[in-house]
C-alpha cells in the first residue's frame, strides 16, 4: 500500500474529492497546513509596520490507497488540483506496511 | 378579563415607609402637598435636582459600559495566549479602582472645604452618600444626588486605568499591574483630577477640560507610556535591524465590538459632563454634545480608514477603530462649543494623528499594544488645545499649561510606582512566560481552550 | 443656510391625534393649559406619574439586556459543541417567557383584588395595558403606567428562566427545557413572588426582598438545582475514584461580555426597584442603590480574585466572573441601606461563598455548568439574610422564613416539573449525543464551524 | 469623617457661564425665578420640551448601539474569511452617514418651508443646532432639541445603510459599497422619508408608519435586493443543478449577540418614535410601545422556532435570529395601537414569513448573506399593511400604495447606482478573492489570525 | 522504527493515551483532521437548504515506536478505539529511517 | 527522497523557517499538534477542581528533501530548534518513493 500526501490550495477540496469518489477512492483525511515553496508569502502592513506573511494556508490530504491504484489518484488528483498558477502544491508518495480497519479488525488492502 | 388598573404591591413595604420619609421631608419645606394626600407634587424645587441626578445615572451607567469596551478592545487586539488574562486585568482594575475610589479616590478629588494643601492636594476619607430617603433639606438642590456624583466620576477614574491595561498587555504580571491600577485610582487620578475638576489651582488658572481629554484620557496615556518604559517592549516586537514585528489582533470582531461599546458609552461621558440637564439651556446642551461626539467619532474613523487606504493601499480596520476613538477623545475636551462641521474636523485630526503616531512609537520601540498612548494621549493632547477653536473663554497658553502640568505629573509618579513595583516584584514576566502565553503561565487557563492555536 | 428652528413634521398625523387625546385627558383634570394652547404644562399632577415611568422604561430596557448576558456568559462557559444549542435556548427562553408573563403571570403575579388563594396564588387574565393616549383619569397617579411596570417586571420573570439555562446546559433537550421555561415563567415564578411582591403572606410576614436576592435569583436556581438533580450530571463529568473532570468553557472573552452585561443591567435591576425616582427622596435612593450595587460587584470579584489566587496559586478568571455575580445577588435584597462600605463588604462575602459553593456542589456531583446555583442560589439565601445588617425593620427569622418557603416551594414544584418531562420524553440527550455536541445532535447547526475543534 | 454635602466644583467654569446664559434666557420668559437665586425652576414650561428631549437622546443612543448589532450580526453570518471586512464596511458604513446626514440628509428630509419640489424633494443645507446655552426663545417649546432631533433622526438614517452591508457582504467590494452607502444616508433615504416624515405627499394622503416598516427598514431592503441584483450571488453559492450551497455563518455568538443588541435597541427606534413623553399620554404610549416591541419580537422568535423545528425537524438557530427581528420590523410601523396578544400574533407572522421568503430568494438566485431583505423588506411591508388590524386612521390602499411607492422608488435609484458604481469600479471583487477571502484581498487583515481556517 | 498512523474517534481520545502509557508508550503526537470513509457525512438543513456535511472530524495519532513495539501499539489502540459503530477509524504502519531526539542528540530507538 | 518530520518547540518556527532558508531547503509545511514525551503536561485548577493537562502544544513540520539533504536537513533542525530543555522536540526521518509538482508536472527531485 501506499500513502499518498497531497499538499493543495484550500478551495480544491471539494473538487478533488468528488473526483476520488468517482475513481473508488473511498477514504482519506485532511488536515490544515501552513506551507511554503516557490509560492512564498507576501508582504502586508499592520498597523504602519510592513510584515511578510511567510506561510500560506494549504490543505493535506492523506491517502492510503493499494498498491495498483497509486498512480491514478496521483493522476487524478493533479489533474482536478491543477490551476497553472503558483502555489498548486505537491504530491508525495511513501510507502505503507500494514493497514487495519479498528471496527471490523480487517487487514491491508481489505481495511482501505 | 382585562385588566385596567393594576393595584401594585410591589415591594410595598419599602413603599410605604418610603412615604413617609418623603411626607416628613416635603412637608417641612413646600407648601406644595404630596400626591398620596392630594394628587399634587411641586417641581419647581425638586425638578432640577431629580433631572440632573437622572443625568448623572444615565451617563454613569452608559461609561460604566466603556468598561466592557476596554476589556473587549484589549481582548480582540492581543494574541489568543494572552486572552484571559487580559479580561482578567480588565475585570479587575474595575473593581479594584471602584473599591479605591469609594474608600480615597472621591473626596481626594473634591475636596470642596478639605484641602491639605490648597488648591493642589486634598484630605483623605471614605465617601458617605446622603442618607436612604433624603429629602430637600439634606441635599443640595442646584446640584444632584450625591450617590448619582460619586457614580459617575467613579467611572470616569476607571476609564482611566483601563488605558493603561491595554499599551502593556501582554508582558505585565498581573499583581503588579493590579497594584498600579491601586495606586492610580485612589491616589494619582484624584490628585491631579483634584486640580481641575475639584476646584484646584488649574481651575483656578482657567484651564478648560469639559470632559477630560487631558483630565481623563492623557493621563491615563502618561501612566501607561510610563508602565510601556519600564516594563519594555514585548518579547521579539523589535529587531535589532530596527524592523518591527507585528503581533496581530487575535479577535477582530471583539475589538470592534469594544470600540462600538466604547462610542456609545461616550455620550455618557461627554454628555453626563454637562452636569446638569434641568433646564431647557442645559437639556439642548447634552443634545449638542450627543451630536458632537457623534459626528467627531465619525470623523476620526473616516479619517483613518481614507488616509490607511492611500497610504498602505489597503484600509487598516485596528486604525479606523483607533481612528474612532481617537475622534471621540479629541472631541472631549469640548463637545459642546463647536460645531457640527469643527467637531467633525477635530475628530478628523484626531484620527489623522493616530495614523501617524502608531508607527512613531514603534520607531521609538515603545510598545502598546492597542495604541492607547496615541489614541488617548495624542490626541488628548490634540483635543485639549483644539478648545481655543470654539471656547473664547480659552486661552492656548493655558490650555498646554493644564496639559503638560497634568502630564508630567502623572508620568512622572506613575514611572516611579512602576520602577518601584519592578524592584519589588519584578513588573514583567520571564521570556519564557511570554512566549506560551500568559494565559498559561498566570492564569493557566485558556481564552479559547477548544481552537487549535 | 443654518437652519436654527426646525418645524418638525415626523409622524405628525400620530402627533395631532394625540394631541387631541391629551386636551380632554387634561382638561377635564386640571386648571393649567395645555402647551399647544399656551405653553404651559403642569407637572405637579403629572411629573411624578412620568418620571416613574421613565424609571420603569429605563430599568426595564437595562433588565431585558440581561438576557443578552446571560447567553454570553453561557455560551461562553460550554463547550463549543454546545455553544449553538446555548444561544437558541437562551433566545428561546426570553421569547417565550415574554407570552406566558403576558398570558398568565403578570397578573397571577399582581392579583390586586383578585386572588383566588388570598395572599397564596392569584388568578389567571391576559394583560392589559391602558388605553393608547391615557389620560390623567385612567392612570394610578401615584405610581406609574401598566405598560412600564408590565414591561419592567416581566424582565426579571425572564431573568429567572435565563439561571436555569446555564445550570442545565450542554445535557439537557432543547423542548423539555423550553416547556419548563414555560411553566416557570407562567405559573412558578409568579406564584412565589406574589407572595411578596403581590402583597401576599410573605410580605403581610414583613419578608424584605428590595430586588429579589430569594424572589428572582434563589428561585431560579432551586429551578435549576431541581433540574440538575433529576437530568443528572454532564456524561464523563464525574469519574468513579471522585475525580471531577473540567470542562473549561470555550470562549472566556464571551463569558467576560456577559458579566459585564449582567453587571450594567443590574443597575435597571436593582435601581428600577427603587419603583419611583419622582421626588428628591426617591432618585436619590435610587442613586444610592447604583452606587451599591457596583460596588458590591467589585466586592464580590476581588474576593474571588484574591481567594482563588490563594487557595489556588493562580487567580481563576472564571471564578472572578462568578464572584462579581455573586456580590450583585448578594446586594439585591438590600441595595438601598447599606453605607457603601458594608455594600462592599456583602458583596465581598458573595464572591467568597461562591469560591467555597462550586467545588463543594461538585463534590455531592450536582453538576452546574456555569455556577448558578452558587450564585443566584447560595449568594442569593445570603444576600437576603444580609438584609438585617442595614434594614432595622427586617428579623432575621423572618428573612429567613421567606428565603426558605420560596426555595422550598420552587425546588418541590420544578422537581415534580423536571420529573413529568422526564417521564414524557426524556430531559436529557443521549450520552452519543453529548460526546458528539448538542449543536449537532439536536440542532444541525455549529456555532464556529470555520475553526478546527 | 463621612461627607454628606460635597460642593462640587467639577468644570465649575463651564457651570458658571451656563448660569449666566440661562439667567437671561430664563428671565426673560417666565415669572419663575431660577433655583440660584431662590430655589424655583418653574417647569411649566420647559418641562415638556426636558422630557421629550430626553427621550431623543435615549432613544437616540439605543438606536445608535443598533449599529454595533447590525456589525455583530453580520460578521457572526459571514465566513471567517470575509469577517474583518464585514466589520470595517460596519464601522465606515456608520461614520459615513453620520457626516452624510449632517451635511445634507437631515435638512433634505425636514425640509419645513423650504422644499425645491413641495411635498416631493427638499433643500440642500448643513444641519445647524441650537446655540449652546440656549434659552426658551430660541427652542420650539412644543418639541424637543434641534440637536436631540438630529442625533435621533441620523440613527435612523444609519439604520437603512447597515441592512444593505449585510445582504451584499462577501462579495461587494469595499469603495463602491461605501460610494452607495453616502449616496443612500445622504440623498436616497432623506427624500423618500421626507415624503412621510418631512411633512411631505405621503403623509398628506393618509399613510402611517410610526416608525418606519417602510420608510426604514422596507427602503434599506429595496437598496441592498437592488445590490444584490446588479452584483449577483457569491461564487458558488448555487450550482447548475439548482442545489443551494450553504455557506454557513462563522460566528453564531457573535450573531446572536448582534440580534440582542438589535432587540435592545428597538426600544429606542420605536419607543423614541412616540417623539414626545412629557405626558401622561405620551409616557404612557412609550411604555405600550415597549412591551408591545418586546412581545412581537418574542412572537417572531417562537414562530421561526417552532416552524423550523416542523419543517426541518430542527430548529434553525439563524432562522431564529432573523425571526425576532423579523418581529421586530413588523410591529415598528405601529407598535402603539396594538394590544399586546394583536402585537405578538403581527410579530409572529413576522417570523413566519422570514421561513419562507428566505429559501424563495435563494431559489431566485438572490443571495442575501444574513436575509435582510427577507427580515427588513418583506416583513417590513407586512408591518406596514398590518397597520390596518389595529389603527383604524389607516386605509389598506393608502398603506400599499406608501410602502410600494417607496420601495420601488429606492429599488429603482438604488439599481441605477448600483449599475453605474458596477461600471465605474466593478462592484464585484473576483473569483479568486472571493475564494481567498476579502479579507486577505482587500484588508490584508485576518480576524482571527490565531485559529486555523 | 515504524511511524504508526491512527485515525479515531476524538472522544477516544484520553481512553487510547491511557492505554498507551500502560504499555509504555512513551511519546506521541495528535492532531485534527476531517475525513471520510464508509461513513460518510450527513445532511442538514440550513436556513431551507438542504446540504450534505462531507466531513467527519477525526483525531489523528502519530507514534513512532521500535520495531518490537509496533504490533502491540497497533493492538492496543484497535482494542481501546473500537465502538463497533461505523466510523472508528483506522491504523496505518509505514517504516521511519532514523530518529533524533532534538534535546540530547540520542538517536533512534533511544531517541524515541 | 526522504520525509523529514519535526516537532519543535512552536517559537521556534520563525528561526527553523530562516535557517532551512539559508542551506536551501525551499518548501515545507507546518501543522499544529499536541503531543507529549517525556514532557508530559502539568496539573492546572480549574473552579476547584484539579486536573492535568495532558497534551502539550507544538508544530509538525513536514519536509520533503532530496536524499542528499536529508542529514543536513536534519542537522540543521537540530541545531536551531535546542533550548536544552525538556520539550524540544524530535526528528523523524521516513522515505519517499515520489513526488510531483502538480502546476509543472515536474517529478522527483525537480519537483521538490
Ligand atoms: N519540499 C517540500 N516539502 C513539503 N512540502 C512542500 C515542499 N515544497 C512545497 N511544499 C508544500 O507545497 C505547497 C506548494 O508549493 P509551491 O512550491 O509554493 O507551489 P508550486 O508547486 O506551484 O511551485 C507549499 O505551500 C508547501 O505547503
Ligand atoms: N484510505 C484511507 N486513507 C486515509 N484515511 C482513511 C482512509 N479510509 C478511512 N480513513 C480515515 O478513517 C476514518 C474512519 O474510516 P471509516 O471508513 O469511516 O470507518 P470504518 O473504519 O468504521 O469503516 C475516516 O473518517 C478517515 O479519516
Ligand atoms: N514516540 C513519539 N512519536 C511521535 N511523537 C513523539 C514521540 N515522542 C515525542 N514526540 C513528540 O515530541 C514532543 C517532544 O518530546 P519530549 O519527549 O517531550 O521532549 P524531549 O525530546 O525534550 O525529551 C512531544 O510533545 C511529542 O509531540
Redesign the interface.
Same mark, same amino acid.
Given at each position: @500500500?501506499?500513502?499518498i500526501? $497531497?499538499? /493543495?490550495k484550500p #478551495?480544491k477540496l &471539494?473538487e478533488v474529492?468528488d473526483a476520488l469518489k468517482d475513481i473508488g477512492i473511498?477514504?482519506? @483525511?485532511?488536515? %490544515?497546513?501552513? +506551507? *511554503? +515553496?516557490?509560492q512564498d508569502g507576501h508582504s %502586508?502592513? *499592520?498597523?504602519?509596520? %510592513? *510584515?511578510t506573511v511567510? #506561510?500560506v494556508?494549504?490543505l493535506?490530504l &492523506?491517502i492510503?490507497v493499494a498498491d495498483k491504484d497509486a498512480s491514478k489518484t496521483?493522476e487524478t /488528483?493533479?489533474e482536478v $488540483?491543477?490551476?497553472?498558477?503558483? +502555489?498548486?502544491?505537491? /504530491?508525495?508518495?511513501?510507502?505503507? %506496511?500494514?493497514?487495519? =480497519?479498528? =471496527?471490523t479488525?480487517e487487514k491491508n488492502d481489505d $481495511? /482501505? | 378579563m382585562m385588566m385596567q388598573f393594576n393595584p401594585m404591591f410591589k415591594k410595598k413595604e419599602q413603599r410605604m415607609s418610603k412615604l413617609l420619609f418623603l411626607s416628613t421631608a416635603v412637608l417641612g419645606l413646600s407648601s406644595t402637598t404630596l400626591f398620596a394626600d392630594g394628587h399634587t407634587q411641586d417641581y419647581s424645587e425638586s425638578g432640577y435636582f431629580i433631572f440632573n441626578t437622572l443625568l448623572f445615572l444615565i451617563g454613569g451607567f452608559l461609561v460604566m459600559w466603556m468598561a466592557a469596551g476596554f476589556a473587549m478592545l484589549e481582548t480582540g487586539l492581543v494574541r489568543s495566549k494572552n486572552a484571559s488574562t487580559q479580561l482578567l486585568k480588565n475585570v479587575a482594575l474595575f473593581s479594584l479602582a471602584s473599591i479605591a475610589y469609594f474608600i480615597v479616590g472621591f473626596n481626594l478629588m473634591y475636596p470642596g472645604d478639605g484641602w491639605i494643601i490648597d488648591g493642589w492636594m486634598g484630605g483623605f476619607s471614605l465617601t458617605g452618600l446622603e442618607p436612604a430617603g433624603v429629602g430637600a433639606d439634606g441635599v443640595d438642590l442646584t446640584y444632584a444626588s450625591v450617590g448619582s456624583d460619586f457614580f459617575f466620576q467613579l467611572m470616569f477614574c476607571a476609564a482611566t486605568a483601563s488605558i493603561v491595561s491595554g499599551t502593556v498587555a501582554e508582558r505585565v504580571k498581573l499583581w503588579p499591574f493590579l497594584i498600579f491600577t491601586i495606586v492610580l485610582t485612589g491616589i494619582f487620578y484624584p490628585i491631579s483630577a483634584s486640580w481641575q475638576w475639584g476646584g484646584g489651582w488649574l481651575s483656578e488658572a482657567g484651564f478648560s477640560d469639559f470632559a477630560g481629554s487631558t483630565v481623563v484620557h492623557a493621563t491615563g496615556a502618561a501612566a501607561a507610556l510610563a508602565g510601556a518604559m519600564v516594563i519594555g517592549a514585548r518579547h521579539g516586537r523589535y529587531k535589532d535591524d530596527g524592523s518591527v514585528i507585528p503581533m496581530p489582533g487575535s479577535n477582530l470582531p471583539l475589538a470592534t465590538l469594544g470600540m462600538f461599546i466604547l462610542w456609545l458609552g461616550w455620550f455618557g461621558f461627554n454628555g453626563g459632563s454637562q452636569l446638569a440637564m434641568g433646564t431647557i439651556g442645559d437639556v439642548a446642551d447634552v443634545s449638542r454634545i450627543f451630536a458632537n461626539t457623534n459626528t467627531a467619532a465619525a470623523g476620526g474613523a473616516v479619517a483613518a480608514l481614507i488616509l490607511t487606504q492611500i497610504m498602505y493601499g489597503k484600509a487598516d480596520l485596528t486604525m479606523v477603530l483607533n481612528g474612532a476613538l481617537a475622534g471621540l477623545v479629541s472631541i472631549t475636551a469640548e463637545p459642546l462649543m463647536p460645531s457640527l462641521g469643527l467637531a467633525t474636523i477635530i475628530g478628523a485630526i484626531g484620527g489623522v494623528i493616530i495614523v501617524f503616531s502608531v508607527p512613531l512609537l514603534d520607531r521609538l520601540k515603545i510598545d502598546d499594544v492597542v495604541g492607547a498612548i496615541s489614541v488617548h494621549g495624542i490626541a488628548g493632547i490634540w483635543g485639549t488645545l483644539a478648545v481655543v477653536l470654539s471656547n473664547s473663554d480659552a486661552s492656548f497658553g493655558t490650555q498646554l499649561l493644564g496639559t503638560v502640568s497634568i502630564c508630567v505629573f502623572t508620568f512622572v509618579v506613575s514611572y516611579i510606582a512602576w520602577m518601584i513595583l519592578d524592584m519589588l516584584m519584578g513588573a514583567k514576566v520571564s521570556e519564557e512566560s511570554e512566549v506560551e502565553g500568559l494565559d498559561k503561565t498566570e492564569l493557566g487557563i485558556e481564552a479559547y481552550p477548544d481552537f487549535s492555536k
Open positions: @500500500m501506499k500513502l500526501i $497531497a499538499v /493543495i #478551495f &471539494e474529492r473511498q477514504g482519506l @483525511m485532511v488536515s %490544515e497546513v501552513k +506551507g *511554503y +515553496g516557490r %502586508e502592513v *499592520y498597523r504602519g509596520a %510592513e *510584515y511567510s #506561510f494556508p494549504k493535506k &492523506e492510503v496521483v /488528483i493533479s $488540483a491543477k490551476t497553472g498558477k503558483i +502555489g498548486d502544491g505537491k /504530491i508525495f508518495v511513501s510507502p505503507i %506496511e500494514s493497514a487495519l =480497519r479498528i =471496527r479488525d $481495511a /482501505i | -
